[in-house]
């Protein structure tokens, strides 16, 4: 699993965590989707290879993810080594190409290489079956997207039978899908290959100098070009246990801060896209010791109450509401706030009267009494919050708030600090 990548359109809130770590549905990471793929499907010795601000990231795998040792079963950390040279890694070919120990120590008749921060939910052994049954030396992922997202992808034109004629990593001009006009065919960025052939060509990539040392741009449009046996899998025919038809095809990459808002968006749904609770398909992450979430007071002027929305463990609800929104465990909101459309993080505490819109709100950050976040664009940037091209606030991880708003309320009266 390549779970390195900076996530730089992703920022503020990969600021100080590697993106396949940042939250994602309350509790979760979004690496969390990815491993319960492969381990719900059978998949066990499992290797991540990580690089960019890994700490967060290889607390919650070391944490939450042992798998038995006694029966040979692993998730397994694999940091940058420098194991051939004083260079960290290039590229996600090289990082593969830097830690092929960790393939050659298995001795395997396939590597699957997933990228580690993509929400979905997929039966991985329905790829490898059509990679067995075309003979196929490698085979990629895919899904349709429409043209005018594709650009962000890799994009590959087919055969009937599914045969990769081209693969151009994020084109200008994306090519579309014979027959259906406004979309193309984009690469999940998940890959099965033969292992002789991957050892091959990540060998043969290390020759070049001006090569960028990545999958998308380098390995796989060599493959296709060399005539190897390349195919295409059609994620939208894969099927899970007790999947409801409204989920299939369901795959988001949250590269950018309005996607990641709206892959949130998309578990609270009252008819989801994204099914949580299926007990069939379990998406597994560390859980830590925190008490059931509560909600207090029931008078009439302040009532905890919470509708369409993820509530996670250890949250207090104490006589404030929240609507549309997805709470990660220790939040608290205080009396007679109000939180829409939000996403708020791990311990994040709204003060008394304070307003919430829209907003993604990071781990630690306390919004003092009376402040109002996602009402005024202009306003929020004075304060130094990312204001997104969509209008989603963000509010960096543990920021400091106390001296960036004028007007706080206090048991209903508003004074001037």
Same mark, same amino acid.
């Given at each position: ?50 690089? $960019? @601000? ?19 079963? $692993? ?36 590597v699957?290489?997933? #990228?580690?921060?993509? +929400? $979905? ?12 049954d ?11 997207v ?20 081209s693969?151009?990593?994020? &084109? @200008? *001009? ?7 006009p #406004?979309?193309a ?12 052939p991957?050892?091959e060509?990540?060998a ?5 100098d ?5 999958f ?9 070009a ?9 994620f ?7 999947m409801?038809e ?7 990459? !949250? ?6 808002w *709206? ?15 299926n ?11 925190l008490? &059931?979430? @509560?909600f207090?007071?029931?008078d009439?002027e ?11 463990? #250890?949250?207090?609800?104490?006589g ?17 706030a109000?939180v ?7 311990? +994040? ?11 993604? +709100? ?5 919004? &003092? ?17 990312? +204001? ?6 963000v ?7 106390? @001296? ?7 048991? #209903? !009266?508003?004074? *001037? *600090?």
């Amino acid at each position: 699993m390549l779970a390195g990548g900076e996530g730089r359109r992703l920022l503020p809130l990969t600021a100080e965590r590697a993106k396949p770590a940042v939250p994602i549905g309350g509790r979760y990471r979004l690496i969390d989707f990815v491993l319960s793929n492969l381990v719900n499907s059978g998949l066990l010795k499992i290797k991540v290879l990580t690089q $960019y @601000k890994s700490d967060s990231l290889n607390t919650h795998i070391a944490r939450g993810w042992r798998l038995p040792a006694m029966l040979d079963f $692993y998730v397994e950390v694999v940091p940058a080594q420098q194991r051939l040279g004083k260079e960290w890694f290039r590229g996600s070919a090289d990082a593969m190409f830097q830690s092929l120990n960790i393939i050659t120590d298995e001795d395997p008749d396939l590597v699957a290489v997933f #990228g580690g921060d993509h +929400v $979905y939910k997929m039966d991985v052994n329905q790829m490898v079956d059509w990679h067995l049954d075309r003979e196929a030396e490698v085979t990629v992922a895919a899904i349709p997207v429409p043209v005018a997202e594709a650009h962000a992808f890799g994009v590959l034109a087919v055969s009937e039978e599914g045969e990769i004629l081209s693969f151009d990593e994020k &084109p @200008k *001009q994306p090519r579309e899908i014979p027959g259906r006009p #406004g979309w193309a065919l984009a690469s999940m960025g998940n890959y099965l290959f033969n292992t002789g052939p991957l050892c091959e060509e990540l060998a043969r990539d290390q020759e070049g100098d001006e090569s960028n040392h990545d999958f998308g741009r380098n390995i796989l449009p060599a493959m296709v070009a060399s005539r190897r046996r390349a195919f295409a899998y059609d994620f939208s025919r894969n099927e899970i246990p007790g999947m409801l038809e409204r989920e299939r095809g369901y795959w988001r990459d !949250v590269g950018t801060v309005e996607a990641y808002w *709206q892959a949130n968006m998309d578990l609270i749904a009252v008819d989801p896209v994204l099914d949580l609770y299926n007990p069939r398909w379990p998406i597994r992450t560390y859980t830590p010791p925190l008490p &059931p979430a @509560k909600f207090v007071f029931a008078d009439q002027e302040r009532m905890g109450i919470a509708t369409d929305s993820l509530v996670s463990e #250890g949250c207090i609800i104490s006589g404030g509401r929240i609507d549309r929104s997805v709470l990660s465990p220790g939040v608290r909101i205080n009396s007679f706030a109000h939180v829409e459309e939000s996403i708020l993080m791990d311990g +994040v505490d709204v003060g008394r009267h304070a307003r919430v819109r829209r907003a993604i +709100v990071d781990k630690g950050v306390h919004i &003092p009494p009376g402040m109002e976040i996602g009402f005024d664009p202009e306003e929020d940037r004075r304060h130094g919050f990312t +204001v997104s091209d969509e209008g989603i606030i963000v509010v960096e991880k543990e920021a400091d708030l106390s @001296k960036r708003t004028s007007v706080f309320v206090s048991e #209903g !009266v508003e004074t *001037q *600090q």
